[in-house]
């Protein structure tokens, strides 16, 4: 009997160990817990997702201040520096009157002065010379002048073309300022030469109309001398055609 007890009382502790054993290894499921560690791990990862997209921003933000300060890779201001000394260089070398104050002031009040009375008639025939010999520099010199500047189209040309070029294909607002300035630049340039080549045929147009009065005036002189000479006109024989 007692051991029938035992035995009952053993199987009873048995299966009573194995509930316990049973109900630990169960796995509880909260679904309301689950909600909010999900809705928790999705803002997170929105959070790392603005920041991936602001360190993005920021990048090309960078990258594009590094675009506005680029240096644009050409440029033309040799060429046309060149340009402006060449077309100087010309108008620096201008025969007899330059483009000089002092030196014109002398020129008219010698050369292309008043005829006088006390002047000789080979002193008139030397000023008549030396007027006529101005205009012959003048003309040359204008055209000397209107050579160089054809001479400047073609290089015109080509820094023109490259420059619009570079300003279509600049990467930033620096570089797009740069082939702006340099496209004014090679305006000017081309100002300066239409510049030089008007002051040079206005320069032979004024020596050429100084000429025209001078050789008036001393007209007049000569021919009072000749009417106030005694002797008068006389006929004489010529022989042509030896």
Do not use: C
Request: aromatic fraction near 4%; charged fraction near 10%.
């Amino acid at each position: 009997m007692n051991r029938r007890r035992l035995v009952t009382a053993l199987s009873v502790l048995a299966l009573s160990l194995v509930n316990a054993n049973t109900a630990r290894a169960l796995i509880v499921f909260d679904p309301e817990n689950y909600v909010q560690n999900a809705m928790t791990a999705a803002r997170e990862l929105q959070q790392i997702n603005n920041q991936i997209t602001s360190l993005q921003n920021q990048a090309q933000m960078l990258i594009n201040q590094a675009k506005n300060l680029a240096n644009l890779p050409y440029s033309s201001l040799q060429q046309l520096q060149s340009s402006i000394q060449r077309t100087q260089q010309l108008l620096s070398e201008a025969q007899r009157i330059g483009y000089n104050v002092q030196q014109i002031d002398r020129a008219f009040a010698t050369s292309y002065g008043p005829a006088t009375s006390v002047q000789s008639n080979a002193a008139l025939i030397t000023g008549a010379q030396t007027r006529w010999q101005n205009l012959i520099g003048a003309l040359q010199d204008a055209l000397r002048v209107q050579a160089g500047v054809v001479g400047n189209l073609d290089t015109n040309r080509i820094q023109s073309a490259a420059l619009l070029g570079s300003s279509q294909t600049a990467s930033g607002a620096l570089q797009a300022t740069q082939a702006g300035n340099q496209i004014l630049a090679l305006q000017a340039q081309q100002l300066a030469d239409l510049t030089a080549t008007l002051a040079s045929q206005g320069r032979a147009q004024a020596l050429e109309a100084a000429q025209r009065a001078a050789a008036q005036d001393q007209g007049r002189e000569q021919l009072r001398r000749f009417l106030a000479s005694r002797q008068g006109y006389r006929s004489s024989n010529v022989q042509m055609f030896h």
